[in-house]
């Protein structure tokens, strides 16, 4: 089994990257999130892969660290996610989907290309306490805590909010209604979801 790949960047199509490890060329699906952060053709790169092995085909997932192949993993636990649904869900951001599912934000899974309102409240039916488990929560604190929104450095949970998709107006009213709800910007991004979510 594949779990790691340690190479150069060959080729970089719509969907997929070519990885050159000692003159073996891997065909590997990314995220879109991945593709954004892949380095340039003729450049080192290290990806985790997921495998999986069909009758008929044999594919590989590639992911920058660990936390986003196990979120690949979890997602792909769910009736109705399969893999191209489950990297369409990390195109959106691992940290991003771990928040929207722990908080209930089905609109933010609906996103996803492939993901209706039933599969997102299947989502966050089966995996929010998986998630909780998994302790991800500590990984969404620490990446929200890094974000800072261009000319509001200060305001950390409504730069959250615009990397997630919503509208500055709508991101503002709900992290002001958020912070009187809970002291840490975890806690604020939790609630403010769920109330743009209503």
Not at 4 to 17: I, K, M, N, Q
Not at 48 to 62: K, N, Q, T
Not at 133 to 155: I, K, L, P, T, Y
């Amino acid at each position: 089994m594949i779990a790691r790949l340690e190479g150069v960047v060959a080729d970089v199509e719509a969907s997929f990257a070519i990885i050159d490890v000692n003159g073996v060329g891997y065909e590997v699906a990314l995220p879109e999130s991945v593709f954004v952060q892949l380095p340039l053709p003729g450049e080192p790169v290290t990806l985790y892969i997921r495998a999986i092995y069909r009758e008929d085909d044999a594919s590989l997932y590639g992911f920058l660290n660990l936390f986003q192949r196990r979120m690949f993993d979890l997602l792909m636990t769910v009736k109705g996610c399969g893999p191209k649904v489950a990297m369409a869900l990390l195109g959106l951001g691992e940290d991003a989907v771990a928040v929207a599912i722990e908080s209930g934000d089905s609109r933010t899974l609906s996103r996803a290309s492939g993901v209706g309102p039933r599969l997102a409240e299947r989502l966050i039916l089966e995996l929010k306490d998986k998630i909780k488990e998994e302790n991800f929560g500590r990984r969404v604190a620490a990446a929200v805590g890094g974000r800072q929104h261009a000319g509001r450095a200060s305001d950390e949970l409504v730069g959250a909010l615009l990397a997630l998709g919503y509208r500055r107006q709508e991101a503002e009213v709900a992290a002001e209604q958020a912070r009187g709800e809970a002291d840490s910007v975890e806690e604020q991004l939790k609630i403010a979801l769920r109330g743009l979510a209503r």
